[in-house]
């Protein structure tokens, strides 16, 4: 649901643990392999320290690379 705040895990060399709020959702054509829907998801993340945001921006970066 739009608008939602979530808390969530992220695994990096270091497990940390986040805060966020869903921006918008976006339904995908077809079925997963289980026969649901799929979506894509746009987060905000909220209360994100300096030290989360440059674990964030540097495994970004590396996907890019």
């Not at 060399?13 to 829907?37: C, D």
């Amino acid at each position: 649901k739009t608008d939602a705040f979530i808390e969530l895990r992220l695994k990096f060399p270091k497990t940390i643990f986040l805060k966020g709020r869903v921006a918008w959702i976006k339904e995908l054509s077809g079925f997963s392999a289980y026969g649901s829907h799929k979506y894509k998801v746009g987060l905000e993340f909220t209360e994100l320290k300096d030290k989360e945001r440059k674990t964030i921006s540097h495994f970004i970066r590396t996907l890019s690379a």
